[in-house]
């Protein structure tokens, strides 16, 4: 596991099984059993909060990373590695956190 994968995630229900985004730092994986994750849905918005993801995601359709909905979960949620984010989608979910929590 890694900042800024994409995972299938079985969550508390509304949500479900859905895609996430790795939020937590680097050295969290190896040692918390808590992770901070971001979900990803078909509901854009095109907001600062959002980033955009897709086919080239490894992901089926046009959606989103939403991280105004940014979350902790038990890692043991996580089912499936789906792809890794670019370097540039990373620094757009920096952006989009930093907006999120009024860093800025």
Not at 13 to 21: A, F, K, L, N, T
Not at 48 to 70: R, W
Request: aromatic residues 4%; proline residues 9%; charged residues 20%.
């Amino acid at each position: 596991m890694k900042r800024g994968e994409i995972w299938w995630a079985n969550l508390p229900e509304p949500s479900g099984i859905r895609p996430v985004v790795l939020v937590s730092r680097e050295d969290a994986y190896a040692v918390r059993d808590l992770i901070t994750i971001a979900p990803i849905t078909t509901g854009i918005r095109a907001i600062p909060v959002e980033v955009p993801l897709g086919i080239t995601q490894g992901l089926s359709k046009a959606c989103v990373a939403n991280f105004d909905s940014i979350t902790t979960v038990p890692k043991s949620c996580l089912s499936e590695r789906i792809s890794p984010l670019s370097p540039n989608k990373i620094a757009e979910m920096d952006e989009a956190i930093r907006f999120a929590l009024g860093l800025e």
